[in-house]
C-alpha cells in the first residue's frame, strides 16, 4: 500500500518569503507528526496531530511555524517569513493510534528546503 | 527536558559484528527504537523494544536495554556492506504523545 508521502521534494526560496509543505499521511492513520532535520539540531519534533484533539504545538521553533490538518488527514506546515536557519529536510510521520497502546511511526521520504 | 545521546561514528569490516550505544535521560520512556537512515533516504523504522524489557532479538539484529543505566545498543552481527548508514536511536513516552525524541546519529561505516 501507499506510504507517507510529502510534497514537494525539493523547495528553495528566498529569505522572507513564506513556503507551505505538505504531507499526505497513510489512509487511515490517525496520528501525525511533523520533525525536521537540520544540521545544527538534529532531528527534532515539531507539532502532533491526533484524531480531532487539539495538537501539540510544543516544539514549535518559533511563531512563524504553523499547522494545520483538514478533515484529519492531509496535514500543510506553513513557515512564514523563512529564515536561513529555517533550511532543513521536514519529515512527516504517521501512525495508528489506540487508547494507551502504541503504532509504529511510519516517515515520510521529507522536504528538503533551503532558504537562500 | 528528555536527551539522548549517541557516538558520531563507528566503522567496522564486512562480517563482524557492529555494536552501536545510546544513553537516554528519562525514566519515563516506554519505547525505545532504533531508525537507519541511509543517504537520501527518509527513516526506516529496524527494531524497538518495551521499556520493561531487557533484550529483543530479530534475525541479525539484538537490542539490549539496561534501564537501570538508561543505556540502549544495537547490535548487528555479520555486518554486511549495505548496513552502511546513519542509525537514529529514539525513546518515546506513550502517555505524552508518542512523539519521538531522537540522539543525534551514529554513522556506521561497513568496510569490505
Known amino acids: 500500500g501507499a506510504g507517507v508521502s510529502q510534497s514537494p521534494s525539493n523547495k528553495v526560496t528566498e529569505k522572507g518569503k513564506d513556503v507551505e509543505l505538505r504531507c499526505d499521511p497513510i489512509s487511515g492513520h490517525t496520528a501525525l507528526y511533523w520533525y525536521r532535520q537540520s544540521l545544527g539540531q538534529g532531528l527534532e519534533f515539531l507539532i502532533y496531530f491526533q484524531g480531532n484533539s487539539a495538537p501539540d504545538k510544543s516544539g514549535l521553533p518559533s511563531d512563524r511555524f504553523s499547522a494545520e490538518r483538514t478533515g484529519g488527514s492531509v496535514s500543510t506546515l506553513t513557515i512564514q517569513r523563512t529564515q536561513q536557519e529555517d533550511s532543513a529536510v521536514y519529515l512527516c510521520a504517521s501512525s495508528l493510534a489506540s487508547a494507551g497502546g502504541w503504532e509504529t511511526q511510519y516517515f515520510g521520504p521529507g522536504t528538503r528546503l533551503l532558504v537562500l | 527536558g528528555e536527551d539522548v545521546e549517541q557516538s558520531l561514528f563507528l566503522s567496522v569490516r564486512e562480517g563482524d559484528s557492529s555494536v552501536i550505544n545510546c544513553t537516554y535521560t528519562?525514566?519515563?520512556?516506554?519505547?525505545l527504537y532504533w531508525y537507519k537512515q541511509e543517504p537520501g533516504a527518509g527513516l526506516q523504522l529496524l527494531t524497538y523494544i518495551f521499556s520493561n524489557m531487557d533484550m529483543k532479538q530479530d534475525q541479525r539484529l539484538t537490542v539490549l536495554l539496561n534501564k537501570k543505566d538508561k543505556h540502549l545498543s544495537l547490535r548487528i552481527a555479520d555486518t554486511q556492506t549495505g548496513d552502511s548508514a546513519i542509525y537514529f536511536c529514539a525513546e518515546s513516552d506513550n502517555n505524552a504523545g508518542n512523539m519521538l525524541t531522537f540522539g543525534g546519529g551514529t554513522r556506521l561505516m561497513v568496510k569490505p
Open positions: 528519562d525514566s519515563s520512556s516506554t519505547y
